[in-house]
Structures are given as structure tokens and as C-alpha cells.
């Protein structure tokens, strides 16, 4: 029997098993290999996707506003600095107390509050901020000086319902009140040069 005609057929067929059992061990393969790079790029995006989330940018914030501070060293007396600190603030004290070199406004809104002159921008309404002043005295150089710390916390409540968010700021209000504070005490040492000269 003359199978020359058969032969074609069976070669066909071989090949196309064969390219199919191929087939099956590339996809096993590509599983194998391919599955820890899916789980990486899955555990990649989870990771983005937590770092978006509310409270990781709130900590972030957090993190940025305990960097945010603000410090001068004014050489004069404590007594001086802090009543130049008092007169320079312009809000509603919340806390004052001079031992612990603590001063505090009370919280204000940012339309009623600070506003940078020629910026032509009105802040949210649902912003509001206060001011947190330390001082602490000591010496420097041989001079008797004191070293203020001021720190501006901001936050945002965007309706009556919603936790407060926390914002970061620009740092112009806390540099224009460390230099309102020093021409507080150029004042005062003017003054007191002046009353000098009418008791002599």
C-alpha cells in the first residue's frame, strides 16, 4: 500500500500537537516567571495608592509643620521681648503666660486675619489659624538675649460636617511678626533713651 499520501497529514498533525504542548509550557512559564514582577507591581500600587490616602498626607503634613518653625534671638531683656511679642501679634491672646514663655492667639479666621499685600486672593472662609510663640532666655556672645520661636498652625474645614485638615503656609505672616517684634524693641530702647534725657 502506497502510504505517501498519509504522510503529509501525520506531519501536519504532529506539528500542530506539538505547537500546542509549546504553547502550554510557555504559558506555564510566562506564570511562573511572571508572577512575582505581577505581585511587585500589585504591592507597588497598594503602596501609591496608601501614600494618597487622607491620613498619610496628613501625617506627612504633621511631619512638615513640627520643621516649620520660625526663631530669632532678640538681645534685650525677656520682659522687653515679650511685650514687643504681645504688641507685634495684633489678635485676641488665648494664652499668656510669661513663665513658661508661652503666648497663643486665639483661633482666627483667615478673612479676618493676614493677607499678603498686592496678592489680590481671598482666602477660604472655612480657614482659620493661630500663632504659637515660646521664648526662652539666655546668654550668647557674653549678651543676655532671648531666642523666639514662632510657629503658625493652619487648618481648612471644608463643610460643618468634616474633620479640620491641616495646612502648610507660606512662612511670610511669621517672618513679618519676627521683624514687627524687632522694631518693637527699637521703639522701646528709643523711648526709654528719650525718658533718660528728660530725667537728666
Not at 129 to 140: F, S
Request: glycine residues 10%; aromatic residues 8%; proline residues 4%.
Amino acid at each position: 500500500m502506497d502510504h505517501s499520501g498519509s504522510k503529509p497529514q501525520l506531519t501536519q498533525h504532529a506539528v500542530r500537537r506539538t505547537s500546542k504542548s509549546l504553547g502550554k509550557l510557555a504559558a506555564i512559564c510566562l506564570g511562573i516567571f511572571a508572577g512575582p514582577f505581577f505581585s511587585l507591581g500589585l504591592a507597588g500600587a497598594v503602596l501609591t495608592g496608601c501614600e494618597s490616602l487622607p491620613g498619610a498626607r496628613a501625617e506627612r503634613i504633621e511631619d512638615t509643620l513640627e520643621k516649620a518653625v520660625y526663631q530669632r534671638v532678640y538681645f534685650a531683656s525677656f520682659e522687653s521681648v515679650w511685650r514687643a511679642a504681645q504688641l507685634a501679634l495684633k489678635y485676641p491672646i488665648s494664652t499668656n503666660n510669661m513663665d513658661n514663655g508661652l503666648l497663643e492667639t486665639e483661633w482666627i479666621r483667615a478673612l479676618e486675619g493676614f493677607s499678603v499685600p498686592g496678592s489680590g486672593k481671598s482666602p477660604s472662609s472655612g480657614i482659620r489659624y493661630k500663632i504659637i510663640v515660646n521664648m526662652v532666655k539666655g546668654r550668647m556672645s557674653g549678651r543676655d538675649g532671648v531666642r523666639v520661636t514662632l510657629r503658625k498652625s493652619m487648618e481648612r474645614q471644608r463643610d460643618f460636617f468634616a474633620d479640620p485638615e491641616l495646612m502648610l503656609t507660606d512662612g511670610v505672616e511669621e517672618k513679618v511678626i519676627l521683624y514687627r517684634i524687632d522694631r518693637e524693641l527699637v521703639i522701646q530702647e528709643a523711648l526709654s533713651q528719650v525718658g533718660d534725657g528728660l530725667d537728666d
